[in-house]
T-cell receptor
Framework: DVKVTQSSRYLVKRTGEKVFLECVQDMDHENMFWYRQDPGLGLRLIYFSYDVKMKEKGDIPEGYSVSREKKERFSLILESASTNQTSMYLC?????????????FGPGTRLLVL | QKEVEQDPGPLSVPEGAIVSLNCTYSNSAFQYFMWYRQYSRKGPELLMYTYSSGNKEDGRFTAQVDKSSKYISLFIRDSQPSDSATYLCAHSTRTGNQFYFGTGTSLTVIP
């Protein structure tokens, strides 16, 4: 079974802190994604990556950056956390080619920024 | 206008009912259509996907795409309490470089 793990299930941070969210997949997937999920807004794509050291902006990249130094690991960085970044963060991965065909999601990280 | 519109519900049905979940989308360039199921406190899991128009059936689930009306549907036959979850529709371009999710419909199947 494909497994996507996220470093934390729950995080509480203060405004202005630098926050790292880690995601690891064990199926040698080329593609990895970071989403945030908010009530009434659904899933919104922050960043995605088709290969190591490659990244592309999604719909809402402002205030975020990403890092993909190894194929299995995709990190989301909040440079200076703000209260409007309180959300559920979901990481996903998929095989190469048709990127959207099958995305496997991690359990999510609930981030609260005070 | 959102790329994908989905009625958030909540939807509550008795066990054994046929459930119909629907989405509309605005961009005809999108060719891949997906349904995800998300249980409480879990990440979404892919339920079904279709390419272009037509129907796809998998057990009790049928996904339907009508590109002429930009309408996506998921039908659940003989619904079970274990089907209680939030269902998200999604679509993407052929290359996968643009993809959007609906906001999700919360479904409860009452025993």
């Amino acid at each position: 079974d494909v497994k996507v793990t996220q470093s934390s299930r729950y995080l509480v941070k203060r405004t202005g802190e630098k926050v790292f969210l880690e995601c690891v997949q064990d199926m040698d997937h080329e593609n990895m994604f970071w989403y945030r999920q908010d009530p009434g807004l659904g899933l919104r794509l922050i960043y995605f990556s088709y290969d190591v050291k490659m990244k592309e902006k999604g719909d809402i990249p402002e205030g975020y950056s990403v890092s993909r130094e190894k194929k299995e690991r995709f990190s989301l960085i909040l440079e200076s956390a703000s209260t409007n970044q309180t959300s559920m963060y979901l990481c996903a991965s998929s095989f190469g080619g048709r990127a959207q065909e099958t995305q496997y999601f991690g359990p999510g990280t609930r981030l609260l920024v005070l | 206008q959102k790329e994908v519109e989905q009625d958030p519900g909540p939807l509550s049905v008795p066990e054994g009912a046929i459930v119909s979940l629907n989405c509309t989308y605005s961009n005809s360039a999108f060719q891949y259509f997906m349904w995800y199921r998300q249980y409480s406190r879990k990440g979404p899991e892919l339920l079904m996907y279709t390419y272009s128009s037509g129907n796809k059936e998998d057990g009790r689930f049928t996904a339907q795409v009508d590109k002429s009306s930009k309408y996506i549907s998921l039908f659940i036959r003989d619904s079970q309490p274990s089907d209680s979850a939030t269902y998200l529709c999604a679509h993407s371009t052929r290359t996968g470089n643009q993809f959007y999710f609906g906001t999700g419909t919360s479904l409860t199947v009452i025993p």
